[in-house]
């Protein structure tokens, strides 16, 4: 009956503090839930099926897209990496 009395105490602010927890909560389950399944690979293949080289690969895939080596020296060392990708045991060549 009492609606609007002043005399409420702080049931204001305990309802303030829960909503805002509640939603804190929800916002980090949903977080948490995305970063589960991003991580899972969302179906890509699986980190542990690519070639050894691939990384190290890109990595000089960057080097030359950043103009730190030369078309003759990316060649050169993609060659050897490729080399050392198929002399490593249980590894097919491409």
Do not use: K, N
Not at 24 to 39: D, F, H, K, P, S
Not at 43 to 49: C, D, L, Q
Not at 56 to 84: P, Q
Request: glycine share 14%; charged share 25%.
């Amino acid at each position: 009956m009492f609606w609007y009395d002043h005399d409420a105490g702080w049931g204001w602010f305990a309802m303030s503090v829960g909503m805002l927890l509640f939603w804190a909560l929800i916002i980090a389950l949903g977080v948490l839930l995305y970063r589960a399944l991003a991580r899972s690979g969302g179906g890509g293949a699986p980190t542990g099926s690519r070639p050894m080289g691939s990384a190290a690969e890109h990595v000089l895939a960057e080097r030359f897209a950043r103009g730190e080596i030369d078309e003759e020296e990316y060649r050169r060392r993609l060659a050897v990496l490729r080399e050392d990708i198929g002399d490593a045991p249980g590894s097919a060549r491409r």
